[in-house]
């Protein structure tokens, strides 16, 4: 691949489908160095899911996307990869770079970004200040309430999202957490499509309250889908969850 790519110079589109396929770090930092000579890209789809990748890949691979400065299309799976904080922070520093960024996903679930990691995540998405479509998957990644402060706050700066999807489902942001999402989610007032899994994640009634107050300024949303399963919240708050957000039409709410 770091072969071919490094002679396909003009290539504006590329999806690698690499998941469940061994690369490892030696094979990652091939495929960074590709990337890395393919200047025109402006959308690529990179799955690496399963792939038994350690830093130094994700430092190769952060390196070659970096140079990829014409990127308005971005998504990155790396579900089941052991991604530490240390993984995190070189792909916050490329997403640092990636100013053109109008639609991004980045699938880290399973892995170990924990606190550390979504500091970094955050810091480099509030640089994508283009961004209109985000999905966030940090399902089982041992985030706390400092982690969820730190990656939405890093979302508050992304003032065009008009589209958003995260996924915090089996970690523990607690009540905190779930009142910096009523901060920063009323901020972004062009939603109009909105997900948020926060399954397992010891929010009671009180993190429930918070959510809805924060819910309730997207005065723009059509379509929100939102997983409270296994957090304590009682059936009074789920109705007056919903109560708060009868202004949805289509409207999804599972606990």
Avoid: W
């Amino acid at each position: 691949l770091h072969y071919v790519l490094g002679k396909l110079i003009h290539l504006t589109s590329l999806s690698l489908a690499l998941g469940g396929n061994t690369v490892g770090d030696q094979g990652c930092q091939a495929l960074g160095g590709g990337l890395g000579k393919c200047l025109q890209l402006t959308t690529l789809f990179v799955d690496l899911t399963a792939s038994k990748l350690g830093d130094k890949a994700y430092q190769a691979l952060g390196d070659g996307l970096g140079k990829c400065l014409k990127l308005t299309t971005l998504s990155v799976n790396l579900y089941n990869n052991n991604v530490s904080p240390k993984g995190c922070q070189a792909l916050g520093d490329v997403l640092g770079k990636l100013i053109h960024l109008t639609s991004l996903s980045v699938n880290l679930g399973v892995n170990n970004a924990g606190d550390q990691g979504c500091q970094a995540l955050g810091d480099g998405l509030g640089k994508c200040l283009q961004l209109e479509i985000l999905s966030v998957n940090l399902y089982k990644n041992s985030v706390g309430p400092q982690g969820c402060l730190a990656l939405v706050y890093g979302l508050d700066k992304c003032l065009k999202l008009t589209t958003l999807s995260v996924n915090l489902y089996d970690n523990n942001v607690g009540v905190q957490g779930c009142q910096a999402l009523r901060d920063v989610l009323g901020k972004l007032m062009h939603l109009t499509s909105l997900s948020v899994n926060l399954g397992i994640n010891d929010i009671g009634d009180q993190g429930c309250q918070a959510l809805g107050i924060g819910l309730s300024k997207l005065i723009h949303l059509t379509s929100l889908s939102l997983e409270l399963l296994c957090n304590g919240v009682g059936p009074t708050e789920i109705v007056g969850l919903r109560q708060r957000l009868r202004h949805v039409a289509k409207l999804e709410i599972r606990d």
